[in-house]
């Protein structure tokens, strides 16, 4: 090792003794060369290593001739860069995307508000993850280069053949996790990576691995895998709990923008760096400033969709952006509510509601699954029997049944988390989606009324995505 980097440990960023970030940026001229950037005041001091306390290690910048660095493995800045507003450099990222990608709208409203959100990602104890689905040839590895190539630190972990270094690169970085085919197809790759999905979305959830040390033996060590994440897939998984973590786009179901460039240009790389000399400004700027605005929770949307959206609410201090994003928002879950109403679930709620709309207090299970044959035709007998619809009532909407003479039923002590599902999958009594701009609307003027209008003072919302029943 350099006489000059004894004695210290290599970081890519941290927080200085005053607890403000410490950033790693990467000079690439003739000879690439790392260092430290902080804000001191309004100035921005650039410096070679630092420490928290004096009795620890002091901190150096990863040198540029590592070979995660040398590679362009992990992305950093070059300087920290001055950016006009907010809402110029939303809109900066935003056209950025729209050159290189084709997404849908609310896709591409998304996207800016997400990557500012990774640069301060760690002022929040929750996040969310975005996916893009799609076959073979859909632009999802296009995907996760234009959207990753502006975040945090993005971590592009394609090349690795084993988990082990994807748990250390987020752990020694803690970045943005880039990843594509993410289907996981082999088993104990799949555990590994379903681990850091499911425990990387929360702050405080580490993942606890056997390493092993130079006498053979083994030890257990805590990976902190808690970060943003982009990753790919062909489908979706079969986890509801980690499926509800991410935010989707499906791609390759439209006819590609023929403004769209076929081939990234030389030009790319450069583009992406003008942008993250910008973000990283943004961090050393407002860092001490971020904290999350529970006040933006929107009681009209699900506590899921809430907690996946709060976070990049709370980190737009511009109101009328809060709103755009709000409204794309309670879109989005119109639109979520009405696939839901589509599957399986909302079929058997939906003949539930016409029984008992029918008269029908306690519906028997024989009598729903004759309901359900006759209104989705005999495919729905090959599909699930009665015994399977009483064990899916069972598990997706948690209601207990009660077994009599005729059979078993749903008894009326149910009522009240059936009324909580019909309301969630958009089932009303002529048994059609719910228009939940309309809904909303009547809510805030006969339920919420001035509370609304205290708490929120204007729309400003967030999302969700998946719950239980009044347990919430």
């Known amino acids: 090792m350099k006489k000059e980097y004894e004695g210290k440990k290599f970081v890519s960023g941290g927080l200085d003794i005053n607890n403000l970030p410490v950033e790693m940026i990467l000079y690439q001229d003739k000879i690439s060369s790392t260092s430290f950037v902080r804000l001191d005041g309004d100035k921005v001091e650039t410096f070679q290593d630092f420490f928290v306390d004096p009795r620890e290690s002091t901190f150096a910048p990863y040198p540029a001739s590592n070979s995660i660095i040398k590679n362009n493995l992990v992305l950093f800045p070059s300087i920290a860069s001055e950016y006009e507003s907010e809402e110029k450099l939303l809109e900066e990222i935003r056209v950025f995307v729209h050159h290189y990608l084709d997404l849908s709208p609310f896709f591409e409203r998304i996207v800016p508000y997400y990557v500012l959100f990774t640069w301060v990602y760690d002022k929040f104890n929750e996040l969310p993850y975005l996916r893009a689905i799609g076959d073979y040839g859909s632009g999802k590895s296009r995907f996760l280069k234009v959207i ?116 990234i240009p030389s030009s790319f790389d450069s583009e992406a760096l003008v942008i993250r000399n910008k973000l990283l400004m943004f961090r050393l700027k407002n860092y001490d400033k971020i904290v999350i605005k529970n006040e933006l929770v929107d009681p009209t949307l699900e506590p899921r969709l809430n907690q996946i959206i709060v976070p990049l609410m709370s980190i737009i201090s511009d109101p009328k952006l809060r709103e755009d994003l709000g409204k794309s928002v309670r879109e989005y879950h119109q639109q979520m509510v009405r696939d839901r109403g589509m599957e399986m679930d909302g079929q058997i709620l939906e003949v539930i509601k016409e029984l008992i709309d029918s008269g029908v207090e306690e519906p028997l299970i024989g009598q729903i699954r004759e309901n359900l044959s006759e209104k989705y035709g005999e495919d729905y007998e090959k599909k699930i029997t009665a015994k399977g619809v009483g064990s899916k009532i069972r598990q997706s909407f948690k209601l207990k049944t009660e077994k009599t003479r005729d059979g078993y039923k749903i008894p009326q002590s149910e009522t009240e988390k059936l009324d909580f599902y019909f309301e969630r999958f958009g089932i009303v009594n002529d048994v059609n989606v719910v228009n939940i701009q309309d809904r909303d609307e009547e809510r805030e003027k006969d339920v919420l009324g001035r509370e609304i209008d205290d708490v929120f003072g204007t729309a400003e919302s967030s999302q969700s995505t998946q719950s239980s029943p009044p347990t919430l």
């Open 148 to 263: 990753g190539s502006l975040c945090y630190k993005p971590i592009f972990a394609n090349g690795a053949t084993t988990v082990s270094p994807i748990f250390r690169l987020i752990d020694e970085f803690k970045g943005t996790l880039i990843l594509d085919e993410a289907d996981f197809n082999v088993s104990d790759y799949s555990s590994e990576m379903i681990k850091i999905l499911n425990s990387g979305h929360s702050k405080g959830m580490p993942v606890i691995r056997s390493e092993g040390k130079e006498d053979k033996n083994y030890e257990p060590r805590a990976f902190n895998v808690y970060c943003p994440k982009i990753i790919a897939t062909r489908g979706f998984y079969r986890d509801k709990a980690l499926e509800s973590r991410f935010i989707v786009e499906e791609m390759g179901y439209r006819k590609l923008r023929s403004d769209i460039p076929i081939n």
